[in-house]
Nanobody
Framework: QVQLVESGGGLVQAGGSLRLSCTAS????????MAWFRQAPGKQREFVAH???????NYADSVKGRFTISRDNAKNTVYLQMDSLKPEDTAVYYC???????????????WGQGTLVTVSS
């Protein structure tokens, strides 16, 4: 069984910064991609950023230039550095990963439990 555990959420004032972490544990052969999504109150879950092990990175337009995604493959961990935060960034942030548990197997999509980020004005 594979689990993703997020941390780093909290309350911050507009213009401030937070760093989210997400670590995968369990039986893991490889992980690709690793991503962050978010869901604001009353809204659908939306893509924030993802990173592929080959170095390909994509961001949602709403966070480009403010958020930075990175990963530590040795630790099976993905990070999301969030700077210049805005009240509209308030949401539950979810980690998402494609996990291969054996070399010959397919990728299983796994979600974390989410971590709340609240940005006050």
């Amino acid at each position: 069984q594979v689990q993703l555990v997020e941390s780093g959420g909290g309350l911050v004032q507009a213009g401030g910064s937070l760093r989210l972490s997400c670590t995968a544990s369990g039986r893991i052969f490889s992980i690709n991609p690793m991503a962050w999504f978010r869901q604001a109150p009353g809204k659908q879950r939306e893509f924030v950023a993802h990173i592929v092990s080959g170095g390909v990175i994509n961001y949602a337009d709403s966070v480009k230039g403010r958020f930075t995604i990175s990963r530590d493959n040795a630790k099976n961990t993905v990070y999301l550095q969030m700077d210049s935060l805005k009240p509209e960034d308030t949401a539950v942030y979810y980690c998402n990963a494609g996990v291969r548990v054996v070399a010959s197997g397919g990728y299983l999509e796994v979600w974390g439990q989410g971590t709340l980020v609240t940005v006050s004005s």
